[in-house]
């Protein structure tokens, strides 16, 4: 078995840097340093629970080919994985009773939309609404999207299995493989309201969405009172 690498601190690290910008002061430095460190230990942390992640057990089987309606008509759950062997689905906060789509859904995806291609290099990647295909391709025109593939859950019988037992309108990231003839769901994001510390919104540990990874490393943060829009044009 070959042994893993020996790490050097993240504080041997850190003094290795070498980084400064025009007049900085020592204070500034030293602060950044501390953070520096920090930021080394986030990274090998996020690595160890993408380890733990991709070493889980294998999970429960898909009980049923679920039905979906995408733009180019019927499709089963089986073949939304096209050529890979993992799938990835985000379902969209756009259910028949909603005017207007979630703007923090919306958001998310239109960053998704500029990646998916590259995503795809690795896996399927998918988006699922229990709204009509026709409400999703109008929205997909209207934001512009090229990229992402939308696809209808009409019976609901997926949302009520992986997203909301009780068909609820909420957002949800499933990730199923198939293996040896066998499709699996592998993992979940399970955080949310009940795993949420106090004074904050619930996240997930990374973000998936890169605004909040942006607006995390400025001075104002993502800030308590400010949520995407879906459009931003004054009247």
Not at 23 to 43: C, F, K, T, V
Not at 65 to 73: D, L, P, Q, R, S
Not at 102 to 109: E, G, K, R, V
Not at 161 to 188: K, Q
């Amino acid at each position: 078995m070959t042994e893993p690498p020996q790490l050097k601190s993240a504080a041997e690290m850190t003094k290795q840097n070498g980084v400064r910008f025009p007049n900085e002061s020592g204070d500034y430095r030293h602060a950044r340093d501390a953070l520096l460190a920090e930021e080394i230990e986030l990274r090998r942390h996020i690595e160890r629970v993408a380890e733990q992640r991709r070493a889980l057990p294998a999970g429960g089987t898909v009980p049923r080919n679920y039905a979906f309606v995408g733009e180019h008509g019927s499709v089963s759950f089986s073949e939304l994985f096209g050529d890979k062997q993992a799938l990835a689905i985000y379902s969209y906060m756009y259910g028949p009773k909603r005017a207007q789509p979630c703007p923090m859904c919306s958001s998310l995806m239109s960053a998704w939309d500029g990646e998916s291609l590259d995503v795809e290099q690795r896996i399927a990647l998918v988006m699922v609404a229990r709204s009509p295909i026709e409400r999703l391709v109008a929205v997909k025109k209207d934001r512009g999207w090229r990229n992402l593939k939308f696809y209808s859950d009409v019976s609901g019988d997926f949302t009520r299995d992986y997203v909301s037992a009780d068909d609820a309108d909420m957002p949800a990231f499933n990730v199923f493989t198939r293996r040896d003839g066998s499709i699996r769901h592998f993992w979940s994001g399970e955080m949310g309201p009940s795993t949420a510390d106090p004074g904050e919104d619930p996240r997930g540990a990374p973000d998936l969405m890169p605004l909040w990874t942006i607006l995390d490393s400025t001075p104002e943060g993502r800030g308590s009172d400010w949520y995407p829009k879906l459009s931003y044009v004054k009247d």
